[in-house]
């Protein structure tokens, strides 16, 4: 057997990342590797504490405890990730929970997601059903990510999304979906920051953004015509976790001439029954429910 290189009796002798991360926290402990960047290991640690709980929510003290940091400093980390869209801050609960940027950097190594599971055949059957571009998508900070797609097999004229693609938050019938469950104190928050980004088309935006809540609440679905593309009409609904929180949507999208008036009012009232029934079984506790999706991401 060879004898072990310089360079692996150096590394086995460096402590873990989260060791050495304590360990310089300790007077008079001096780095040996220059590269190793301390706050990132740091905020690392904190996104770790949210994986090796049972609890969804922690709060800035329990995972100060849990991560060995002073709480000034957790409480920092805690901002700054919350800011990056990486955790989610509820003022009402005043804790934490993980965000959807996570979700997004997890699909590069992805293990099989329960929701993701849970709805890919009903994706499947409206894309087949109704030749359109079906998804489950979420929202992270202003924009929708797709996070489950299934594309039409009876059409090439289908919308090329993948998982990991985004669309606008603004104008489109999925992002009013996930706009329209929001409390109004988390949803003035959050058409502030959309007003900052769409100045100069915000009144038509805002329109369009009430009109989609008013459908939902009316009829359980909204649609959208000519949105985010010139050529793209859509319908989205809701889909809410128990508690309300987080929230997702399901979505059909398909090129104008294939997706007119009556046939998104259709597909609507189908999007409606998948989402109770989904709904229904979230609530049984057939599906685990992670990872979570913000009520309202603190960032532009």
């Not at 996930?178 to 058409?191: G, S």
Request: hydrophobic share 40%; charged share 25%; glycine share 8%.
């Amino acid at each position: 057997m060879d004898e072990p290189t310089a360079e692996e009796h150096a590394a086995e002798a460096l402590p873990a990342p989260r060791d050495r991360v304590r360990r310089r926290r300790q007077r008079g402990v001096i780095a040996q590797d220059r590269d190793f960047v301390n706050a990132l290991a740091r905020g690392l640690i904190v996104l770790e504490a949210f994986g090796t709980t049972q609890s969804v929510w922690l709060s800035g003290t329990e995972v100060a405890e849990k991560v060995g940091l002073p709480k000034p400093t957790t409480s920092r980390l805690l901002q700054a990730l919350a800011g990056l869209g990486y955790l989610h801050y509820s003022p009402r609960r005043r804790q934490y929970r993980i965000g959807t940027s996570v979700l997004a950097l997890g699909f590069a190594a992805r293990e099989p997601f329960s929701l993701a599971d849970l709805v890919r055949p009903y994706l499947k059957e409206l894309a087949d059903t109704f030749a359109v571009h079906a998804s489950l998508a979420a929202r992270d900070r202003l924009d929708v990510i797709e996070l489950e797609v299934c594309h039409s097999l009876n059409t090439l004229m289908t919308l090329r999304l993948e998982v990991g693609s985004r669309i606008p938050l603004a104008g489109t019938a999925t992002g009013h979906a996930l706009i329209a469950p929001l409390a109004e104190t988390e949803l003035d928050y959050l058409l502030g920051l959309l007003r900052e980004r769409h100045p100069k088309r915000w009144d038509t935006l805002l329109a369009s953004i009430e009109t989609g809540r008013r459908e939902v609440a009316e009829q359980g679905f909204t649609t959208a015509s000519a949105s985010w593309n010139s050529d793209i009409n859509g319908v989205a609904v809701p889909l809410v976790f128990p508690g309300g929180s987080p929230v997702y949507a399901l979505a059909c999208g398909a090129p104008a001439r294939h997706l007119p008036g009556w046939k998104q009012r259709k597909i609507g009232q189908r999007l409606v029954q998948i989402a109770r029934e989904v709904e229904r079984r979230l609530l049984d506790g057939n599906v685990a429910a992670h990872p979570g999706v913000p009520e309202v991401s603190d960032v532009r």
